[in-house]
């Protein structure tokens, strides 16, 4: 059974870039899924941040393209979130999670998520 | 950007009661691109529907979904304990993927 699990720093300064990753474990970040991070700031609801395929193809929220990178490293069966210039607004819980194609695009596989604190 | 909306806001219920959810979307999309999830306190999301009306691995069929076009309903038949949480919609059938902003369905 695939298990998603986030790992980062808990707390961070503004204007520093923030870097997750999610470990895919029970199965292959090569399948025919897309892994996508989702955010949720405390007590507000959810917010996708964008997908990538084990290709490297990825998409990306508008309101946060300009600074966000997602990567896969398919020898170590990770993907990672990039988020530059991050302000007390980037606080949130950070969730991986998986796209399934079978199940219509819906997010299916979550990690347990991890929470991000942006203070000075 | 699709926009969607969940009403009530919140809904409060008893053990056993049934329980209507909406989502309405502000533009049509393939309805097969509409998924409901459930969240309780600390914890990830767990999707119940997907497809807008098949229900995932594990989920009871008191969960059921409905709805296409801009319309779409989560129906509780009958609630248990368990069920008191927060409820979202989310659609992939434009980008970017939007959540609803949530019904909370608590304990009357």
């Known amino acids: 059974q695939v298990q998603l699990q986030e790992s980062g720093p808990g707390l961070m300064k503004p204007s520093g870039t923030l870097s997750l990753t999610c470990a895919v474990s029970?199965?292959?970040?090569?399948?025919?899924?897309?892994w996508s991070w989702v955010r949720q700031p405390p007590g507000k609801g959810l917010e996708w941040i964008g997908e990538?395929?084990?290709?490297?193809?990825?998409t990306y929220n508008p309101s946060l393209k300009s600074r966000v990178t997602i990567s896969v490293d398919k020898s170590e069966n990770h993907f990672s979130l990039k988020l530059t210039s991050v302000t007390a607004a980037d606080t949130a819980v950070y969730y991986c999670?998986?796209?399934?194609?079978?199940?219509?695009?819906?997010?299916?596989?979550w990690g347990q998520g991890t929470m991000v604190t942006v203070s000075s | 950007e699709i926009v969607l909306t969940q009403s009530p806001g919140t809904l409060s219920l008893s053990p056993g009661e049934r329980a209507t959810l909406s989502c309405r979307a502000s533009?049509?999309?393939?309805?097969?691109?509409l998924a409901w999830y459930l969240q309780k306190p600390g914890q990830a999301p767990r999707l119940l529907i997907y497809?807008?009306?098949s229900r995932a691995t594990g989920i009871p069929d008191r969960f059921s979904g409905s709805g296409s076009g801009t319309d779409f309903t989560l129906t509780i038949s009958r609630l248990e304990p368990e069920d008191f949480a927060v409820y979202y919609c989310?659609?992939?059938?434009?980008?970017?993927?939007?959540f609803g902003q949530g019904t909370k369905v608590e304990i009357k």
């Open positions: 999670a998986r796209l399934s194609p079978a199940d219509y695009m819906a997010f299916d596989i």
């Open positions: 990538i395929y084990h290709s490297g193809s990825s």
């Open positions: 497809g807008a009306s």
């Open positions: 533009q049509s999309f393939s309805s097969n691109y």
């Open positions: 029970g199965g292959s970040i090569s399948s025919s899924n897309w």
């Open positions: 989310q659609q992939y059938g434009s980008s970017p993927v939007t």
